[in-house]
């Protein structure tokens, strides 16, 4: 009796019609069975934002031939909630990808990125979730050295699973560096220190052009920064567990008498 294939949810941030979740639903499509829903629009940065306040559509779409697409017009979040509450029906899928992101999601970036929290929210569901991401922010970027590398960290991830309340990030290198292999890390101590460009509009009201430069604080050489730095495909374990449990004890130690 032919072994049932798994059931493969897709998710990105970029839009549905980005370049990187076409190659990521091709390769998830010689692993099992592929069901994509992705934002109507870039949803860059939306971090873990869901929506509350407005009607979410999810129409079904036919942008590739054989493949069972949604658009969505909420969230990265928001797909994977519709994905798994109005398309699987409570039926979880067996595994829930998303990316791949133009652009690293490595670093402080993790709490920022809708590729992330799309993957987060897999991991919530308690679906095994990877997200993945590139060096790379270009439209027309070149995804080809990251095909067996997708293939081969789901296929693991579907062989092994992954513990109760993690999930994985994945971030490869760009083209021009030639891929080593791959590095399990811990992810690397960073900041972005903004910057607001104050314009005026053709009313006279002020507003904030917000920019920034990045700034890596870690030069420590198990990090995703150093990883990616030298060549090699990083894979951060990742939780969404924030407590700081060092700190516990600490805090038990302090008077907090309001009398």
């Not at 109005?86 to 999601?105: Q, T």
């Not at 296929?155 to 083209?175: E, M, R, S």
Request: with cysteine; net charge negative; hydrophobic share 35%.
């Amino acid at each position: 009796m032919a072994k049932k294939k798994p059931t493969i949810l897709v998710v990105n941030d970029d839009g549905i019609t980005a370049p990187g979740i076409k190659v990521l639903l091709e390769e998830m499509q010689q692993l099992g069975e592929v069901v994509v829903v992705a934002p109507d629009s870039p949803q860059s940065g939306m971090g873990h934002a869901i929506t509350i306040g407005k009607p979410l559509r999810l129409d079904k779409i036919d942008l590739y031939e054989g493949v069972e697409m949604y658009k969505c017009s909420g969230t990265p979040v928001d797909c994977v909630k519709l994905a798994v509450n109005k398309i699987f029906k409570g039926k979880k899928p067996d595994l829930c990808v998303s990316g791949i992101n133009h652009g690293l999601n490595y670093s402080i970036n993790v709490l920022y990125s809708g590729t992330m929290s799309a993957a987060v929210e897999g991991a919530i569901e308690d679906i095994p979730s990877i997200g993945f991401s590139l060096d790379d922010f270009s439209h027309h970027a070149d995804f080809s050295h990251c095909r067996p590398y997708l293939r081969a960290i789901a296929q693991q991830v579907l062989d092994n699973g992954l513990q109760k309340a993690t999930l994985l990030n994945v971030n490869f290198p760009h083209i021009s560096k030639e891929i080593k292999g791959i590095k399990i890390c811990r992810q690397a101590t960073a900041k972005w220190f903004e910057e607001f460009d104050e314009r005026e509009d053709p009313y006279g009201r002020e507003y904030f052009w917000m920019t920034g430069k990045f700034q890596l604080l870690d030069r420590g050489e198990d990090t995703d920064a150093y990883a990616l730095s030298n060549g090699y495909v990083s894979i951060v374990p990742t939780q969404f567990d924030m407590t700081a449990h060092h700190t516990i004890t600490e805090l038990n130690s302090w008077n907090f008498d309001a009398q």
